[in-house]
Every structure is written in C-alpha cells, then in structure tokens.
C-alpha cells in the first residue's frame, strides 16, 4: 500500500496525458469484450477502505499482439500500481480470471521488471539483487465486465468493471549484460546494462485489492 499512496500524487497527471491519446482500434481484436479504457477506483479487499478514488485514475485493456482469444495486457500506465502484465483468463468478459495463480508461471510486469537498478554494471555476468522488488507478478482472482451495468459519475449508462487483483512482490535478481555498439555513446567503448532474469515472491509483501469501475464515456461530466 506504500507503494500505491507514494504513486497517487501523480496519478492525475498521467491521466490528463492518457485522456488525449487516441483510442485502441479494436476492431479485429479477438478479445474486443474486454477491450477499452476504464475510469476505475481501487479499494482494500473486502472493499470496505478506498485507496484512489474517481475520477483520476485510468487502466486500459487490449489485446496482445498474437492477437489471441482470453489473452490481454492490463495497463495503468504506471499511474497507481504501476502495472503493464500479460493476462490468460478462462471463462470468458462477463466471468473469468487468470488461468493460474502460480508466480512461476505468470508473466512479468514491465513497469516492475523494467525498472533495473540504477548503478550501471561495469562488465557482463555481474548481478544485483532487489530486496523489496514492488509488484513483480500479477494475477486476477475474479473478473466481470458487463455491458451497461454501470453508472457513470456523470450519470451515464456504461459497461461495468470488476477486478480482483492479487499483486506479488519480492527479490527480484539482475543480470548485466553488454549493449550493441549501435546503442553505445561511443562503439569503441563497451557499456553494460541489467536485464531482469528472476525473482522470489516474498508472501508478506503480497497485496489483494479490487479495481471497480466503469468504461470511459467521454462524456465531459464524468
């Protein structure tokens, strides 16, 4: 949760650049139903407590570029978790959640993965190990979208979202490697960068929440 409340002064930014990009063409999505960008809140578990509420925060649902049936990414852009993951489900946008919920299966999140340490590595095969790596892993316990299920803040008829997230943090290992001259400041010079090759779930950083919420009018109310 430290996590999240530090991110949150943020949120409102990333959302105002998120509200003026143009929308996913989904047309020949194979996971269309779940497609689509969602105003959302984000609450504890047993969604007695709000953490973030609406209307500043935003995640977005699209198809993978394989382009495959029960197969998405999840993206807050980084506003709240921060979270980019590859998602399988089973069942199907009015009922369904990841096909597994074990961490060695599922994907990475790049927002998580991607943010090596920040002390460059000085040769190749060195490593460094993250402690308290945030967010690593996702799955999702539960899941609906329905359509028209939902009332806007303004008042409007939209789709409704319903997620239950359980996030997996932990150590997470670095190995460097060296970059291609084409990427070096100067191609005589070797330079080395880290590349995330593992982690270790740590289950007292777990953390369980719900994100509910509802597909983005564009109505200007809400």
């Not at 359980?166 to 670095?174: E, I, K, W």
Request: with cysteine.
């Amino acid at each position: 949760m430290k996590k999240i409340v530090f991110l949150f002064s943020v949120i409102s930014l990333l959302f105002t650049f998120s509200s003026c990009q143009e929308g996913l063409d989904n047309w020949n999505s194979e996971t269309y139903e779940y497609s689509g960008r969602f105003v959302f809140k984000l609450m504890s578990e047993d969604m007695s407590v709000t953490y973030v509420d609406y209307p500043d925060s935003e995640i977005q649902l699209y198809n993978t570029a394989e382009n495959v049936v029960n197969n998405v990414w999840i993206d807050d852009h980084g506003g709240v978790f921060p979270l980019k993951s590859k998602f399988e489900f089973s069942g199907d946008a009015s009922a369904f959640k990841s096909v597994t919920e074990d961490f060695e299966q599922l994907p990475e999140n790049l927002l998580s993965t991607e943010d090596v340490p920040s002390e460059a590595p000085t040769a190749v095969g060195q490593t460094f190990t993250e402690e308290e790596q945030w967010y690593i892993k996702a799955t999702i316990l539960e899941g609906k979208i329905l359509p028209d299920a939902a009332t806007s803040i303004g008042g409007n008829m939209a789709d409704s979202l319903y997620l239950k997230i359980r996030l997996y943090s932990g150590a997470a290992t670095f190995t460097s490697y060296e970059i291609s001259e084409a990427l070096r400041a100067d191609p005589n010079v070797p330079e080395f960068e880290w590349r995330f090759t593992s982690a270790v779930p740590n289950p007292e950083m777990e953390e369980t929440y719900v994100i509910g919420g509802y597909r983005y009018t564009g109505m200007p109310e809400d």
